[in-house]
């Protein structure tokens, strides 16, 4: 056996689960902030292809506040997630699957 992994068995359960928490938590929150920035660029795709079928003013006006809109209540959203996930993360000593 290695010495890291020595080192890792002879750590007690709550120390070794406090810390893999804590190893864990950038990468979840890392996972969940790549899966929110691929959301959000979708969602510009899809924007940017309703202004390009705007055929009026009007139009084109209510794809942009439909838009603003959305995007306003998808980072509402994810802030909720992300507090969720580090909290059952901190509370687990895991973070959750991704």
Known sequence: M???ATAAAA???HIAAHWH????L???VAVESLRFAGRRMMAHAHYLSDMANCHTLT???EAQSSFAQET??????EAGTMMSEIRT???NGDAPAP
Do not use: F, K, T, V
């Open 2 to 4: 290695d010495a890291p």
């Open 21 to 24: 928490g804590l190893a864990i």
């Open 11 to 13: 750590l007690p359960d």
């Open 26 to 28: 950038p990468l979840a």
């Open 89 to 91: 993360a901190l509370a």
């Open 59 to 61: 139009e084109a006006a």
């Open 72 to 77: 306003l209540n998808d980072y509402r959203m």
